[in-house]
Protein backbone atom coordinates (compact mmCIF):
# COMPACT_ATOMS: atom_id res chain seq x y z
CA UNK A 1 0.00 0.00 0.00
CA UNK A 2 1.13 3.26 -1.04
CA UNK A 3 0.21 6.47 0.83
CA UNK A 4 0.48 9.56 -0.79
CA UNK A 5 0.44 13.16 0.85
CA UNK A 6 -0.14 16.50 -0.80
CA UNK A 7 -0.04 19.76 -0.35
CA UNK A 8 -0.13 23.19 -1.60
CA UNK A 9 -3.33 24.07 -2.69
CA UNK A 10 -5.48 27.55 -1.75
CA UNK A 11 -7.17 30.13 -2.98
CA UNK A 12 -5.55 32.49 -5.36
CA UNK A 13 -6.00 35.17 -7.83
CA UNK A 14 -6.63 34.85 -11.63
CA UNK A 15 -3.52 35.37 -13.02
CA UNK A 16 -1.36 33.90 -10.30
CA UNK A 17 0.50 30.99 -9.15
CA UNK A 18 0.71 27.52 -6.96
CA UNK A 19 2.77 25.02 -6.35
CA UNK A 20 1.41 21.62 -5.75
CA UNK A 21 3.44 18.34 -3.77
CA UNK A 22 3.31 15.46 -3.18
CA UNK A 23 5.07 12.67 -1.35
CA UNK A 24 4.48 9.29 -1.71
CA UNK A 25 5.12 7.03 1.63
CA UNK A 26 6.99 3.89 -0.18
CA UNK A 27 10.62 3.91 -1.83
CA UNK A 28 11.87 4.22 -3.91
CA UNK A 29 10.24 7.02 -5.09
CA UNK A 30 12.23 6.88 -8.75
CA UNK A 31 10.60 3.58 -9.52
CA UNK A 32 7.32 5.43 -9.78
CA UNK A 33 5.60 7.46 -13.11
CA UNK A 34 3.67 10.49 -10.96
CA UNK A 35 0.76 11.72 -12.17
CA UNK A 36 -1.56 14.86 -11.28
CA UNK A 37 -5.34 14.88 -12.25
CA UNK A 38 -8.64 17.63 -11.68
CA UNK A 39 -12.03 17.30 -10.89
CA UNK A 40 -14.07 20.48 -10.77
CA UNK A 41 -17.78 20.50 -9.68
CA UNK A 42 -20.09 18.33 -11.91
CA UNK A 43 -17.11 17.42 -14.34
CA UNK A 44 -15.10 14.18 -14.80
CA UNK A 45 -11.96 13.85 -13.48
CA UNK A 46 -9.60 14.88 -16.10
CA UNK A 47 -5.63 14.33 -16.62
CA UNK A 48 -3.44 17.67 -15.86
CA UNK A 49 -0.30 16.38 -16.44
CA UNK A 50 2.39 13.06 -15.91
CA UNK A 51 6.42 12.77 -15.29
CA UNK A 52 7.75 9.23 -16.05
CA UNK A 53 10.66 7.33 -14.29
CA UNK A 54 13.06 8.94 -16.61
CA UNK A 55 11.65 12.78 -16.08
CA UNK A 56 9.72 12.93 -19.75
CA UNK A 57 6.64 14.73 -19.37
CA UNK A 58 2.93 15.06 -20.92
CA UNK A 59 1.16 17.63 -20.59
CA UNK A 60 -2.80 18.27 -21.23
CA UNK A 61 -3.24 21.02 -23.84
CA UNK A 62 -5.01 23.44 -21.05
CA UNK A 63 -2.32 23.26 -19.33
CA UNK A 64 0.71 23.60 -21.79
CA UNK A 65 2.55 26.44 -21.44
CA UNK A 66 1.10 27.31 -17.83
CA UNK A 67 2.50 24.29 -15.66
CA UNK A 68 5.57 22.04 -14.83
CA UNK A 69 5.95 19.18 -13.80
CA UNK A 70 8.67 17.97 -11.65
CA UNK A 71 10.05 15.52 -9.79
CA UNK A 72 13.26 15.23 -6.72
CA UNK A 73 14.00 12.02 -6.20
CA UNK A 74 16.17 12.89 -3.33
CA UNK A 75 13.37 14.57 -1.58
CA UNK A 76 10.59 11.32 -2.35
CA UNK A 77 8.22 14.40 -4.01
CA UNK A 78 6.55 15.19 -7.17
CA UNK A 79 6.13 19.08 -8.00
CA UNK A 80 3.17 20.69 -10.27
CA UNK A 81 3.66 24.24 -10.87
CA UNK A 82 1.11 26.25 -12.31
CA UNK A 83 0.82 29.63 -12.77
CA UNK A 84 -1.55 32.19 -15.14
CA UNK A 85 -4.40 30.76 -12.99
CA UNK A 86 -7.62 30.66 -14.72
CA UNK A 87 -10.90 30.54 -12.73
CA UNK A 88 -11.62 27.53 -15.07
CA UNK A 89 -8.53 26.13 -13.10
CA UNK A 90 -11.12 25.70 -9.77
CA UNK A 91 -10.80 21.81 -9.00
CA UNK A 92 -9.80 19.27 -6.66
CA UNK A 93 -6.30 18.26 -7.63
CA UNK A 94 -5.18 14.67 -7.31
CA UNK A 95 -1.95 13.17 -7.27
CA UNK A 96 -1.29 9.66 -8.56
CA UNK A 97 1.52 6.98 -8.92
CA UNK A 98 1.89 4.09 -10.98
CA UNK A 99 4.40 1.78 -12.79
CA UNK A 100 3.36 3.65 -16.23
CA UNK A 101 2.59 7.23 -16.70
CA UNK A 102 -1.06 7.52 -18.60
CA UNK A 103 -3.63 10.07 -19.19
CA UNK A 104 -6.22 7.05 -18.32
CA UNK A 105 -6.90 7.78 -14.85
CA UNK A 106 -7.90 4.24 -14.40
CA UNK A 107 -4.24 2.68 -15.43
CA UNK A 108 -3.34 4.57 -11.27
CA UNK A 109 -2.92 2.32 -8.43
CA UNK A 110 -2.66 4.82 -5.91
CA UNK A 111 -4.44 8.32 -5.27
CA UNK A 112 -4.27 11.05 -2.88
CA UNK A 113 -6.78 12.33 -0.52
CA UNK A 114 -7.18 15.80 -3.03
CA UNK A 115 -5.35 19.45 -2.57
CA UNK A 116 -8.32 21.99 -3.12
CA UNK A 117 -7.40 24.74 -5.88
CA UNK A 118 -9.76 27.82 -6.20
CA UNK A 119 -8.69 30.71 -8.50
CA UNK A 120 -11.08 33.81 -8.07
CA UNK A 121 -11.86 35.96 -10.67
Known amino acids: QVQL ?3 GGGV ?4 GSLRLSCTPSRRPFSSYAMSWFRQAPG ?4 FVAAIR ?3 VTDYADFVK ?3 TISRDNAKNTAYLQMS ?3 AEDT ?19 YWGQGTQVTVSS
Open 5 to 7: VES
Open 12 to 15: VKAG
Open 43 to 46: KERE
Open 53 to 55: QNG
Open 65 to 67: GRS
Open 84 to 86: SLK
Open 91 to 109: AVYYCAVGLVASTNGNHYS
